[in-house]
């Protein structure tokens, strides 16, 4: 396990060391013996058939790992789950990227897979919501919409000849603006119905990406592209609306408040990566609501003492848990 | 010069069959995909992977498998004598062949196809057996990476001086002169995917210092499963869940 890149005290690191005792004593019970190494034969039944899945193959009629992780078995399917490798996609999730390079009628989108991903201009709603074939003069204008080094947000369409494609059919997909991406381990990024939050208290958005891209902004309201269309007399008005928005969005500069509550939050989720905790948006939220409880500072979030709290904490939550 | 004194005891006090103390510690580059520690005895090496990830150079791109990349370098603060090197200088490039061949026999690239796969490898301090501290360090990497292998390659040096054999040389026996040679093997295959040797040596002799490699070998591929099982269940039961 990565050592904290922090300097503990003696009675910091004593606390750590029970703190992650217990989280450990927590796990032992559901599943022990379950991880495996590279190498590692995987004892399994023949007689009830086999399938052999990701991060296994077979040496001299023994099931082998091939990768660090842990057994899982469904029916007869006998796979390893890796933990930190990179992100695998799945059809349907939700993930945060960054454009790399525009080419002919699509972006390229880097989102922590092995390949980069492709959004195609045809697969993006246009910023007017007008539903129509793209033209040359869209393709000329792709810049317009997204840029190199654009965050945005899209959704996996599927794997094509050609690779991954994304798709954006959706106002809540997009170009990200004012705030901050944070990169965590994939595996600490579990896939849940919902990955956009609105935290209304603090006035900010937060996108967990599938891909372990995490987005931490400003709140901006969504307007809904299906409203729009039911509503065709109001969609000018409406269109207007949104064609001025921006620009007044980016005159409105974003208050200090806000900002203060994005770097919050953002060094909440930075805290629970280094230590390795699952990252959902309540533990996210019970980070951030322990910081501001006790007054830490900011900038103390990354430190040592803070980070101890959190897995006390932590421990505190999974053996509440455990006992429901 | 007397190598193995009269009671058996190597210049650093080891005996002939003794190794260094070894050490692994994985995740210790915070954007790398994979990263380890290795040390043996006084000889440290550092091991970053990136990938799988898009191939830079379009033409290098195989549609079967994955490039594998190797670089190795020697920090100027390495060595003794603080040299600055050229990069790429005939040693280097010689020992970056070696190992990208050594784990590319141990990666499983036809999972991978139109990728690649980067291995960082510097030399912190060297006290001979950097190639092997090496290997060993880039196994650790590639499997914090999550990348499928067939199996740990773990490697390890053996000499023969004043008709001893030598487990695990440092850089004095090392430029003694002897027979050095270096061992990398697949030990749940039971496989040699890396037997250099300089110098002559008779073949019974060879044998023995083989097999002497082969258990030193070994030994450093039980422990560095003891790191990745240990690092596999730290993550696991702190991810919760």
Sequence with gaps: MKDLQLSLNQTQKVRLQRALEKLESLASKANSNASVTVADSIPVNYEDGLLKGHGTSEVNGEVVATVCGVVERVNKLVYVRSLRARYKPEVGDIIVGRVIEVAPKRWRVEINYSHDAVLMLSSMNLP?????????????????????????????????????????????????????????????????????????????????????????????????????????????????????????????YTPQQTRENICRTANAIRALSTLGFSITVEVIMETVDLSSSINVAIHEMLGAEFCVLVAEKEAVRRSMTKKK | MEYVSPEGLRLDGRRPMEMRQIRGEIGVVDKADGSAVFEMGNTKVIAAVYGPREVQNRSQQMNDRALVRCEYTMANFSTGDRMRKPKGDRRSTEISLVIRQTMEACIMTHLMPRTQIDIFVQVLQADGGTRSACINAATLALSDAGIPMRDLVTSCSAGYLNSTPLLDLNYVEDSAGGADVTLGIMPKLDKVTLLQMDAKLPLDIFENVMQLAIEGCKAVATYIREVLLENTKQLEYRRGT
């Design chain 1, 128 to 252: 007017d919501g007008i539903q129509r074939r793209r033209t040359a003069l869209d393709e000329l204008n792709m810049r317009s919409i997204f840029e190199e080094n654009d965050v945005i947000c899209a959704e996996v369409r599927g794997f094509q000849h050609d690779g991954l494609h994304l798709q954006a059919r959706s106002q809540k997909y997009g170009k990200l603006g004012r705030g901050q991406l944070l990169t965590v381990p994939s595996y600490l990024v579990k896939r849940r119905k919902q990955h956009f939050h609105h935290l209304e208290n603090y006035g900010i958005d937060l996108i967990l990406g599938c891909n372990g891209f995490i987005w931490v902004g400003e709140h901006v309201e969504v307007t809904d592209d299906m409203l729009v269309d039911h509503k065709s007399e109001q969609h000018d008005t409406k269109a207007d609306k949104s064609s001025i928005s921006p620009e007044d969005q980016e005159k409105n």
